[in-house]
T-cell receptor, first 108, second 112 residues
């Protein structure tokens, strides 16, 4: 089965700083999804990448899928406390599998 | 309107009891899922249903049984609850088995 490894496991940044979260797959990614989870809430879909080299942005969050389609990165520019939460990458090859998540804390 | 809704949100019950968690989606999706998130926040798929057929059943104890009366509902029934069943259970749905998955807000189950 496809394994997804996320790094770092946790991240604490000062408000206003940029940050990057990585997701590496053991197999080629045919659909890579990024979700965000706030404590006590469900998963919110952020974006989905399919093509090698694809890049998508939503507000201050940018996600990229590398050309070989085995790694994705999520970049947040000028982080805010509202960005805090757990970010999960997921791969959907007929069933959605998730990485272990990256817990982001943004200090005001 | 909530797209994927599940009830109850919180459930505290004793070991050995039987409980159900209900899930409904109003997105017109044809595939629904149940995921379990443990205390370490690992999110693992338990079941998925496509057009009333179970298409994935991971190594889940048979005390867990999904029931789908129609394609808008996928309920999770758990028999003889154990302490290790304590977790957050998420219902989800997608337009197809390879499509974007939308999650409910989760059901926090605590077995005491």
């Amino acid at each position: 089965s496809q394994e997804l490894e996320q790094s770092p496991q946790s991240l604490i940044v000062q408000e206003g700083k940029n940050l990057t979260i990585n997701c590496t797959s053991s197999k080629t990614l045919y659909g890579l999804y990024w979700y965000k989870q706030k404590y006590g809430e469900g998963l919110i879909f952020l974006m989905m990448l399919q093509k090698g080299g694809e890049e998508k942005s939503h507000e201050k969050i940018t996600a990229k899928l590398d050309e070989k389609k085995q790694q994705s990165s999520l970049h947040i520019t000028a982080s805010q406390p509202s960005h805090a939460g757990i970010y999960l990458c997921g791969a959907n090859n007929n069933d959605m599998r998730f990485g272990a998540g990256t817990r982001l804390t943004v200090k005001p | 309107d909530t797209a994927v809704s599940q009830t109850p949100k919180y459930l505290v019950t004793q070991m050995g009891n039987d409980k159900s968690i209900k899930c409904e989606q109003n997105l017109g999706h044809d595939t629904m899922y149940w995921y379990k998130q443990d205390s370490k926040k690992f999110l693992k798929i338990m079941f998925s249903y496509n057009n009333k057929e179970l298409i994935i059943n991971e190594t889940v104890p048979n005390r867990f049984s999904p029931k789908s009366p129609d394609k808008a509902h996928l309920n999770l029934h758990i028999n003889s609850l154990e302490l290790g069943d304590s977790a957050v259970y998420f219902c989800a749905s997608s337009l197809s088995s390879g499509g974007t998955i939308y999650f409910g807000e989760g059901s926090w189950l605590t077995v005491v």
